[in-house]
């Protein structure tokens, strides 16, 4: 019998070169720790790890809007509870009126299919979301919901990426969406770094020379990705940084995809977040009219928190409507993105108003778990901050807290003896010594001999102080071990 194409010697190369490594070694660990009956401190959330890990909740997000979002989607599913004399009894008023206005945008209950672009009402309100966010109109015509902001990522990315000649400039440190799916469609990954001493800012300069550096090896690059506020590095982009951006955009004629999932997590006040499209609109033109940009949007993030849902949209700018059908015509061949996830998409762009019976409340919750992420940043980079040869960034937005961990030579010859990649190699420790799972920086990209790892800022506020004691105790006792009494100097 000869090889199969499903063989693993003959499958997709492309398929075999992608890493994954919020999914990798340390995750997989964990999952066997666990099964053994080891409490395990998921503080690493990403791809919904925690929802398999007891112990943590993760996710104490906002009741109002989950249960709004809930209420509402059950409505839709079972509608007939909408004939029932007690539904006033069992669901608020607001989800009820919300139910059946969704009910009356979809084309038969949420078991139809949807237009490939996703249900025109709800583009609509994303569109208005969009202008009142930003102060420009939006045409919903140029909106697509997705099943999450990842379905969008990776379907621009196949309408760019023509070949490993093709390249996109990607941050380093990065979430591995982008070097992964890259990888898969076969293009090439052109990383700028981001510069840790300077709260992971990102300088012109050495995006021009990344450029150049590209085209020196044949590559064309086509397109630049930021994420703002950053995964992992939690860094929020300033409006003169943006424009810098998009300036370099249009002097090198590049795409520009705007990641854009963590708008609402932002916990500093000095660079609140602004859109790459309210930026380059801003600008006016020839840049507002020229520069090709996507802008991406999730219903996982933000005080929602709704991962599960798989609720995404795009939105493009300045790209020709022969590329727009194109990209419908890519979309179709999915059919529709998920009818829910589209209606949990709805009510976040258009959430309760003044007047709805639950607004207060809303606005409690919302602003609540906004401060609590705010307090859980500070907590946790302090704690990081105060353990030996550990430095950590301020988490100015997102959800994540990315420390530089200093290992001493000895430490990196010990990994090395074990086979293991030294950040591997430390997180493990942590993992087996305290519980705590996070993601070793290998998997997110860093300049070579510097050492990181992410954890998330999502465990609950009341758990923090012991996590970081814990993490404290487990890290000091590794650098005494390992050192040499030499000291490693603080950046
Ligand atoms: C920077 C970034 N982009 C995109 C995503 C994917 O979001 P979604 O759940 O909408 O696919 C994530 C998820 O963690 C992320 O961190």
């Given at each position: 019998m000869g090889i199969k194409a499903l063989d693993y010697e003959s499958l997709n190369e492309n398929v075999k070169k992608v890493q994954y490594a919020v999914r990798g070694e340390l995750y997989l660990r964990a999952s066997e720790l666990q099964k053994e009956g080891k409490k395990i401190l998921a503080v690493e959330h990403s791809s919904n790890v925690c929802t398999n890990m007891q112990d943590v909740s993760l996710y104490d997000f906002l009741e109002s809007t989950s249960v709004l979002g809930e209420h509402v989607v059950a409505l839709c599913q079972a509608p007939f509870l909408l004939d029932d004399p007690n539904v006033g009894l069992l669901f608020p008023a607001d989800a009820i009126a919300r139910a059946k206005h969704y009910l009356s945008l979809t084309s038969g209950g949420l078991g139809a299919y949807s237009d490939s672009r996703g249900i025109p009402g709800i583009r609509k309100e994303v569109a208005e979301f969009i202008e009142r966010r930003d102060g420009y109109p939006s045409d919903p015509e140029l909106i697509f919901l997705t099943g999450g902001a990842s379905k969008g990522v990776m379907q621009t990315l196949n309408c760019i990426?023509?070949?490993?000649?093709d390249g996109i400039l990607v941050p380093?440190?990065?979430?591995?969406l982008y070097s992964a799916t890259i990888s898969l469609l076969g293009g090439s990954l052109v990383p700028y770094y981001l510069e840790e001493t300077a709260n992971w800012g990102l300088d012109i300069n050495d995006l021009r020379q990344s450029v150049a550096q590209a085209r020196m090896k044949g590559i064309t690059v086509r397109a630049m990705v930021i994420i703002n506020p950053g995964n992992p590095t939690g860094q929020c982009l300033s409006e003169a940084n943006l424009r810098e951006i998009l300036t370099f955009c249009y002097q090198e004629n590049l795409v520009l995809l705007g990641?854009?999932?963590?708008?609402?997590?932002?916990?500093?006040?000095?660079?609140p977040f602004i859109s790459s499209r309210k930026v380059l609109m801003d600008m006016g033109p020839p840049i507002s009219k020229e520069v090709q940009l996507i802008s991406f949007h999730t219903v996982s993030k933000g005080y929602w928190g709704e991962c599960g849902q798989r609720g995404g949209y795009f939105e493009m700018t300045n790209i020709p409507p022969q590329t727009v059908d194109e990209i419908y015509k890519i979309e179709s061949i999915a059919l529709s993105p998920n009818v829910p996830a589209q209606i949990f998409m709805g009510l976040m762009v258009n959430p309760l108003k003044p007047g709805d019976i639950s607004y207060e409340q809303f606005v409690r919750e919302s602003q609540g778990i906004l401060q609590s992420l705010r307090r859980r940043a500070r907590i946790m980079t302090d704690g990081f901050n105060s353990c030996k040869n550990v430095v950590c960034n301020f988490?100015?937005?997102?959800m994540y807290s990315f420390p530089q961990i200093r290992l001493p030579p000895k430490a990196i010859e010990a990994a090395k003896k074990a086979g293991k990649v030294p950040d591997v190699f430390y997180c493990l420790k942590l993992l087996e010594a305290t519980g705590i799972s996070t993601v070793p920086g290998s998997g997110f990209g860093q300049k070579e001999g510097v050492f990181h790892l992410r954890t998330t800022i999502l465990p609950a506020e009341e758990d923090m102080p012991a996590i970081m004691s814990s993490f404290k105790k487990f890290n000091d006792e590794f650098m005494e071990q390992y050192e040499d009494n030499l000291s490693h100097s603080r950046m």
């Open positions: 990426i023509r070949g490993e000649g380093v440190p990065q979430y591995p990641d854009e999932v963590y708008q609402q997590n932002v916990y500093q006040d000095e660079r988490t100015e937005g997102a």
